[in-house]
């Protein structure tokens, strides 16, 4: 049994920030990739960023600079920070964790409006 619980989106302005986290728990153990995607209705699943277990990096074009992924090995959690948000940034963000196989949050809506 493998679950991912993520938190922290919500309905920011233009130009804030927002942490969000996903602490991976269940049959999970030595995780190599944790990342996030994100989904707007209407599109594919795009990937935002992913971190490696020795701490390498990949971001989208859309999100460098404002950013950044960290992770936590002991507690199994990934974080997002994101900062100066845009209306564009608005959907639905899923963790992503892979050891073996993949598993998937059950994502945390993010909006941005003013």
């Known amino acids: 049994q493998v679950q991912l619980v993520e938190s922290g989106g919500g309905l920011v302005q233009p130009g804030g920030s927002l942490r969000l986290s996903c602490a991976a728990s269940g049959n999970i153990f030595r995780i190599n990739i944790m990342g996030w995607y994100r989904q707007v209705p209407g599109k594919e699943r795009e990937l935002v960023a992913r971190i490696i277990s020795g701490g390498s990096t990949n971001y989208a074009d859309f999100v460098k600079g404002r950013f950044t992924i960290s992770r936590d090995n002991a507690k199994n959690t990934v974080y997002l920070q994101m900062h100066s948000l845009k209306p564009e940034d608005t959907a639905v963000y899923y963790c992503?964790?892979?050891?073996?196989?993949?598993?998937w949050g059950q994502g945390t809506q993010v909006t941005v409006s003013s």
């Open positions: 992503y964790v892979f050891d073996v196989a993949s598993y």
